[in-house]
């Protein structure tokens, strides 16, 4: 006898990440993330009501300081205020999770509807061109999975990691095997442990400094988010302290093979249907039904959308036509991978204020 | 000098920058808390002039954005459980301007730090524009016939707010006492000091003394305290071992007779159940061993207005969740069939379950008009609807409903013959 719960991925999250070794919520509310928010409150060890996003990501910045693993959720608007600093803790090096659940813009926009419109926005979120690992959802199992792995990723990078949803894929309930709930590894922190003296951002092999807690009772921590060298020591523009500004992007790209996630059903096909988050169910469902009819069509669903595993273009590089469907204007990830211009066959679907439905897709798959 | 926290030689302000002082003052108020370590200090730093001191002292330190280095040092405070550290934040007056609410959440809390406001009345770093907290007539050089307006009295504002101890001071002479009294309050102490900045304050306003400006801005100098308040401490609540702790998943215990995709839309009146209906209609076909997701919508304000659910049922995984025309829609009040009148106007087969008081739409569908409100009332009204259709509707034994509505919190208020009675 099947036994299913009946739940939305929101909870798959929270849990996920808690049992992951997060320790600190701190919240501000937002539709759609609001159910984030009230499950942290009951399951997370420290939830802390911010009066605002720009409190929450300093109060966030402060706890990863510390030593601690702070988790938010928020939505666009309050993205747009933490923005700042986000940019600090990425400069900083501070692990921490940022849940964003899109919703429809622009602006304020309808904060019950649904769109994946915030990815142009991530993938620019740091002046300079550094990316931040974002990982997107688009099932139970996701929510499951790539939480624990955000949780862990904000620690073995030392840095801000988002984990990206949208209304759809965080509010609505579904039947879930309790098959997808794995057991989640809780994170054994990546603390410094040396003698000393402690040099804040000199990297071990893997590009990473080991963080050492700010009130350590043995050696000097020293944290900055200004332009500065290994030991944290502000520089105008120095060769060092520019290495040190690069290797921000060298960690998180050189590592991407630890957390380059995907699902890709190759079919032999020469068309490949790229969907992420919420448009992912219907990238599935188009391909079922194509498949239904005869004809062929491979699935490929991002799950690591930033920085770009260079294993896309080698995946996506084998089709001769490549159909991306997402709910945004435009096409974001579309031109984030082929530029405005697009190389031959690259197609778009989009849609903005509704799904997109699993025949439109099939259409611009015969097409 | 090499202070023991602060090294205050070639600090990194012009010659006569009020900053010199208020740190010279602060290495000596350091130093003279007993048994105070270096590494027992954190200092977080704004941006602006006065932010640049970090790399001078041997503490811990934290050099983050303009204007949230107190949000920052709470963050810090907060997550240090030993009471004995000590979380400083330096500010200038323009830091304390647009970081104004950090401020008030940090002193109404009680968070154990000092924070230090350099009010120099201007912003130095950026080239001596007036701040919030500038006096009237204080001129700056986009203002150089003098700010029209009164500044922001931080003092009154925070202790307001609930600061257990708030100073202003000169920042002229001696201020180790002052200082070191701040840096001994347990919890929120907050110290202004009140500073000339050489560079703009004094070029544009000579001949002025700092004392004078603060006595013909009407500006107080002196300490107020508060009432005394344990510092706050984050509450550790003992979590729950578990999300999933108190809830059971649901044990497929029936057999379905859907073949196909099958979806339904709820559509009535805030408050009357809906929602939960459609949680009871999903859990019974997951009972029954189908796949079931369900997405409600409602206005903002959840308690007026129409409340509508969507539930897709299938014997098949279901991925996309949209529903393009349904199979079934029951609308029990007016409201509700407003939300949906253009869903079901485009139905061209299916079941409309309407109200009986309400006026048909035009549609393909069939509709089935039943006094659903009837004898149980609003509350119940899709209840009944649903208890109708899964009659007709040869999805899943209408057993499956009743058993989870019994086992549910609502089990022990409904009158179950009278539901099926009304149910036809
Ligand atoms: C968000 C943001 N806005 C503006 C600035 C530019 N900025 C740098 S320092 C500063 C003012 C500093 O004034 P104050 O805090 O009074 O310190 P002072 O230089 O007077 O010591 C400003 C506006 C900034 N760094 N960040
Ligand atoms: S510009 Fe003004 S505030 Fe800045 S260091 Fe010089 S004197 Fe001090
Ligand atoms: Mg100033």
Redesign the interface.
Known sequence: ???????DNS?LI??AA?RAGAE?FIGYPI?PANLLYL?AS???????PA??E??TL??????A????LPVTATSYPGLALMI??IG?SHM?ELPMVIILVQRLGPATGT??GGATGDISLLHGINSGGYPIPTLCIS?PRDAWELSAKAVHLADRLRCPVILLASK?TV?????VD?AV?TAVEPVTRRFYTGEGPYRPYAPESDGVPPLLP?????????????THDQN???QHSTPEALANSRRLAEKVEKNIGDYTLFDWDDDAAETVVVAYDVT???A??AVALLLAKGEKASLFIPKTLFPVPPRYFEILGRYKKIVIAEENLHGQYREILFGKGCRDGVRGVNAVG??I??EEIAAEVRS | MNGKFLSTENLPFCKGCGHHIVSQNLEKALSSVEGLSPLDVIVVTDIGCIGIIDKQFTTHTVHGLHGRSVALAAGIAMAIEDPKKKVIALLGDGGATIGLQHLMEAAQRNINMTVIVHNNMLYGMTGGQPSGLTPRGFKTPIMPDGKPNIGYDLCKVLHATGAPSVRRLLALGDLTADLAAALKTPGFAFVEAMEICPSYGVKFNPNRKLDDIAKEAGIELGHWEGPAREPYRPATHVAPASLFAAEKPITASQKASLTERYAVVLSGSAGEGVQSAAEFLAQAAISCDLHATKKGSYPVTVGVGFSTAEILLSPRPIHFTGISVPDAVIATSQEGLNKVRGLVEKMTKGTLYLDASLEAPATKATIVKHDFRGPLGGRSAVLVALTMLLDRAGIMPTDALLTVLKDSSLGKKIDFAKLRQTAG
């Open positions: 006898m099947s036994e299913r719960y009946f739940i909870r929270i849990e808690a600190v539709t499950y009951q399951r997370f060890p420290v939830v802390l009066p605002d720009i409190t300093q109060w966030m910045a402060g706890y300081a510390a030593g601690k700042e600093s600090m900083m904060a019950t099932d759809e509010m609505t309930v579904q039947d309790p709930m700010v009130g350590d009772a043995r050696h000097q921590v020293r944290i900055t988010a200004s944290a020591a502000l992912a169910a219907a599935r469902e509704r799904l439905t699993p």
